[in-house]
Every structure is written in C-alpha cells, then in structure tokens.
C-alpha cells in the first residue's frame, strides 16, 4: 500500500496526511475548501500546532505530499472531515421541550461518496471523524456499496470483501496532536478482521503506541465514551465550584485537598467546555440511547450553563460600579491553541455585550470574530487601559506567565479569573 488519499485538511487530516508522507508514503491531501488548499500549495499553514508548519513544508517539500480539491486514484482512503452537531429545531423544541442536539453527517456522506469512483479491489477505506455509533456501518457501508465491488461488512457481501473498511477515531489532543499522534494508542475498528489488519498495518507506519483492533461500531463508542467520560467529570467539578461559592469555600483549595485522596482526581472548574469534541460528541452518544443517558445529559447542561454563571458574577462583583469597562482576556476554548468553536469564551464575552457592557476582548490567537470585531483589542495594554475589571477568560501562557499584580495594576482593578490560571501575590 503506497499512495494514501486523505480527505479533509484540518486539525486532524493535516497532521496525518503529514505523518504519512514523510514516513514514505504517496499522499494526496484533499480539502473541498479553495482557500485551504490555496494556502497549502503556497507552503502556509492555516492550523496553529506545535511543529505542524514543519511537518507540512517537510513533507509538501519531499514531494510526497500533493495538496488537490479531489479525492483521485490511491490504495487507501481516510476520512478526516468534520461531523458537527445540529440543534434539532423541530416542533417538540418549539413547543418548549430540550433540544438534543443529533451530529449531521453531510461532510462524512460526501466525502464518501467522492471516492467511490475510485475505490479499485483491496481498497481500504478507513473513518477517522467521530461519528454516532453504527455510522461506519449503517451509512458508510451503503454508499461505498455503489461501486458495485464487494465491500467487506455489508449485507450480501461475500465473506472476503474486496473494499476493507475500518473506523480508526483520533484521539489527539489540541496543542499535542504531533506527539499524541505517534505515541497514543490507535483504536483501529474493522468491519472484519481483515479490514481491521489492514488499517492497523496501515497506522503501525507511524503509530509508536499498541494499535487496538476492534470491530468498527466499538470503536465509534470508545471515542465517544471517552469524550463523555471527560465532560461529566469536568461537569462534577463545575458543580463543585457553585457549591463552594454558595458555602462561601474556596474551591481551587477545596479540591487539592480532595484530591489529595488516593481514588479521587477531580478536574479543573472554568467557565465551561468548548472546542469541537468534548461539547459535542456526548450528544452523539445520547443520540443512539437518549433514555438511558440522564446524566451524560445533565452534565452537558451543566457545563453548557457555566457561561451564564460567570456572567452572574461578573453582574454580582460589579453591581456597585458605574459604567464599568471589562477588560476580557482569552477568547479561544482552551489555552495556547486558536480554535474558538464552542469557546464558553467567546459565549462570555458576547453574554456581556448583550447585557450592555462595555468590553474589549484580547487573545493574543485571535484577531477576528464575527460580530465582535468592536470589542477586539490589538494588545493586552490596549485591552488593559481605561479598565474598571479583567476578567480571565483563558488561561493562555501570554496570562499565566504575567507578574503577580500585573492585572491589577495601579489602579487596583478587580480581577476575576475564571481558570484560577494567575500567579498570586505573595502572601504578606
Ligand atoms: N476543561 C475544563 N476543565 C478541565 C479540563 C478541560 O474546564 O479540567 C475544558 C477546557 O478548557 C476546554 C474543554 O474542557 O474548554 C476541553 O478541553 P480538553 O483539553 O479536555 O480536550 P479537547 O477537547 O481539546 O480534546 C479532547 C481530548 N479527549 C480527552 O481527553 C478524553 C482529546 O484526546 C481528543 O482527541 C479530542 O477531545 C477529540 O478530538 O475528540
């Protein structure tokens, strides 16, 4: 197996097509967007990643990565597009009942279909975007069907199919995705085990880790599972935080000396979980079992409410001032990284734009936002000047790293830092 096809160049279709071409293989790097694949064929990378522009040039420079706007001939085939969620807007919501958000597959669905013309006997198509359990099975395997070959797993196939295909989720964390990608274990789901060899054989290039073959509707939920398992937690530790506050404890210490005992390990409070994994991929889980999954619900409520609530302190600690001007720092989901999809960030500072505050955002990651181009500051001085509060939104190294009493300032601004990021003065 030489030439890989690797469709959607973003956070994780980039890196893997990288990967594999410069482990020696032939890689076609597929994005249905003319801007990413324009900036990409002129040596620029559109994606903040430690080490990623690297990759890509090493990789665009050994000629073994080509940049096209569709899929062409290759042996193997990966599917690295978004799934994202939608708000189901039908009359149940309407009329006042929960929305439960469902993933909407058009991206998985057209990818697929693009390369069906291509797909050649002993093809290996493999899915790595995270989908609802049973995807790779009830809605990739019809389609990769019309190719009119035996496709391994679907109904009336021979026993040996002639196209293999595998579910292969990655795991990779936003801001370690290089080092994740080599060294985390790789789940490799087949629809049988000779697609599941395959696909491992194919990740083992690069994959320093075990690779776990599984069948492809286990590997779906292992994902899943483990996006969940992180969102109810960081849920719990959410509850924690409005629990101290309503008995009047500090909860950063409350919580070092929980955890101080040896079987318990609670996450971090902030003002809520963004980014376009762990805010999302619960749903997919309460999706294929909405009435056994009360609490995956609950805690996505739970955290989806934290944006609201640090606009509650902000109304409660600034009640007493006239015309304050909230100086917000950090806008992206989480620290050092530019994504700002579901950012409680962002849902903060536009709560407080609504509420009729005066605000200047600064993220020294983001220079546009739709909506919020008013209250983008250039710099974390200009954020600063004329402020009555900041309001530490996230913890980017830029604020972590400050001097203590840097915020503050000489003007002794109230200062509230939802990550518990800053450095303390020194106790006198
Ligand atoms: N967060 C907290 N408290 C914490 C930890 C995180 O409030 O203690 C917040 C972060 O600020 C952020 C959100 O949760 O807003 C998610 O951040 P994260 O660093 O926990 O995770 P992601 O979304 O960047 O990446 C996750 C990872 N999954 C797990 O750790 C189980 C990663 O391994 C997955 O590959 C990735 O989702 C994905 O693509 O699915």
């Not at 994202?84 to 009942?97: D, K, L, Q, V």
């Not at 983001?366 to 913890?395: F, I, K, N």
């Not at 509230?416 to 990021?421: K, N, P």
Request: aromatic share 4%; hydrophobic share 45%; proline share 7%.
């Amino acid at each position: 197996m030489s030439r890989i096809c690797v469709l959607g160049l973003g956070y994780i279709g980039l890196p893997t097509a990288a990967m594999f071409a410069t482990h020696g293989f032939e890689v076609i790097g597929v994005d249905i967007n003319g801007h990413i694949v324009e900036t990409l064929s002129n040596g620029d990378v559109h994606i903040q990643e430690p080490g990623l522009k690297t990759l890509v040039r090493a990789a665009l420079q050994s000629g073994n990565l080509r940049i096209a706007g569709e899929p062409g001939p290759a042996d193997a085939f990966i599917i690295a597009v978004p799934t994202p969620f939608e708000r189901n807007t039908g009359p149940a919501c309407r009329s006042g009942a929960t929305s439960r958000p469902s993933a909407d597959l058009r991206y998985v669905v057209s990818a697929a279909e693009s390369v069906v013309p291509h797909l050649r006997p002993r093809s290996l198509v493999v899915l790595e975007s995270t989908v609802p359990p049973r995807t790779t099975v009830e809605v990739l395997l019809p389609i990769l069907s019309r190719c009119g070959l035996s496709v391994a797993g679907a109904p009336g196939s021979s026993d040996a199919g002639q196209i293999l295909v595998a579910h292969c989720p990655e795991r990779v964390l936003p801001g370690r995705i290089l080092e994740e990608l080599v060294r985390n274990d790789r789940l490799v789901g087949g629809v049988d085990r000779a697609s599941a060899e395959a696909a491992g054989a194919l990740y083992a290039s690069f994959v320093e880790g075990e690779t776990l073959l599984t069948d492809a509707t286990t590997a779906e939920t292992v994902k899943l599972m483990e996006n969940t398992y992180r969102d109810v937690n960081i849920a719990l530790a959410n509850e924690f935080s409005l629990v101290a506050q309503r008995v009047g404890i500090d909860v950063w210490q409350a919580i070092e000396l929980a955890n101080r005992h040896p079987r318990v390990n609670i996450l971090r409070p902030g003002p809520g979980v963004g980014g376009h994994c762990i805010a999302v991929d619960p749903w997919f889980l309460v999706q294929a079992a909405p009435d056994v999954t009360p609490l995956i619900q609950v805690a996505r409520q739970v955290n989806d409410s934290m944006p609201a609530r640090v606009v509650e302190q902000v109304r409660e600690a600034l009640k007493r001032v006239d015309r304050p001007v909230i100086a917000c720092l950090g806008l992206t989901y989480k620290a050092d990284v530019d994504d700002v999809r579901e950012s409680p960030s962002v849902q903060v500072v536009r709560h407080l734009v609504e509420a009729g505050y005066s605000v200047r955002a600064f993220d020294p990651y983001v220079r546009h936002l739709d909506g919020l181009e008013g209250v983008l500051a250039e710099s974390l001085g200009q954020a600063l000047a004329g402020a009555s509060a900041v309001l530490v939104l996230t913890d980017h190294r830029l604020f972590r790293e400050l001097p203590p009493g840097a915020l503050e300032g000489a003007e002794g601004r109230l200062v509230l830092d939802t990550r518990h990021c800053l450095r303390s003065q020194p106790r006198p």
